[in-house]
């Protein structure tokens, strides 16, 4: 049960930052919205930067699932999981509006960057460990990465075609030669 509440908060959480943003996000708000007392809110959480670290953790969580979700095998694999998962263009407007929420924390706190820089190391290490030719797969990461943030900032994002054409580029990277 207390696992369902927590679960719940965190959606809450992400749904008071997409409605009304990451500036707007109170423990008043986030119980509101879950429909739960400020009490139950602050026994999961008891301050709003422990809300936001459970955000973000959250956050990293939800991305390791996506690179779980793989039956790919092989050297590279761990390269191509993490391509699929992060460049794909899939992210609907709702999940890009929490990303950018959650990105505009480490603006203010860029000691909240700590564990993001902690995730980011291990996945290089997987990565380097995993893959034939180490410099491609960090290219391969750091272009999955490059095409994520273009999306979600708009910032010259290339066409469904030209997307197409660079993933498959990237993948073709991840495999031995």
Do not use: N
Not at 69 to 79: L, P, W
Not at 95 to 105: F, I, M, N, S, Y
């Amino acid at each position: 049960m207390a696992g369902e509440t927590r679960e719940r908060l965190l959606h809450a959480a992400t749904t008071v930052i997409r409605t009304v943003g990451m500036c707007a996000l109170t423990l008043e708000a986030v119980a509101a919205e879950a429909g739960v007392s400020k009490g139950g809110l602050l026994y999961h959480f008891p301050s709003k930067e422990a809300l936001v670290d459970g955000l973000i953790e959250w956050w990293h969580e939800q991305f390791e699932e996506s690179l779980s979700r793989t039956d790919d095998e092989g050297s590279g694999a761990f390269a191509r999981a993490y391509l699929r998962a992060s460049a794909q263009g899939e992210t609907t407007t709702d999940e890009q509006a929490t990303d950018r929420g959650l990105l505009a924390v480490f603006t203010g706190h860029p000691d909240r960057l700590d564990p993001v820089r902690r995730r980011f190391e291990a996945w290089q290490e997987r990565l380097l460990a995993d893959a034939a030719d180490g410099v491609d797969a960090t290219i391969v990461r750091l272009a999955s990465d490059g095409l994520w943030f273009a999306d979600l900032y708009g910032l010259g994002a290339p066409t469904e075609e030209m997307r197409r054409r660079v993933l498959e580029r990237l993948d073709a990277m991840t495999r031995a030669t």
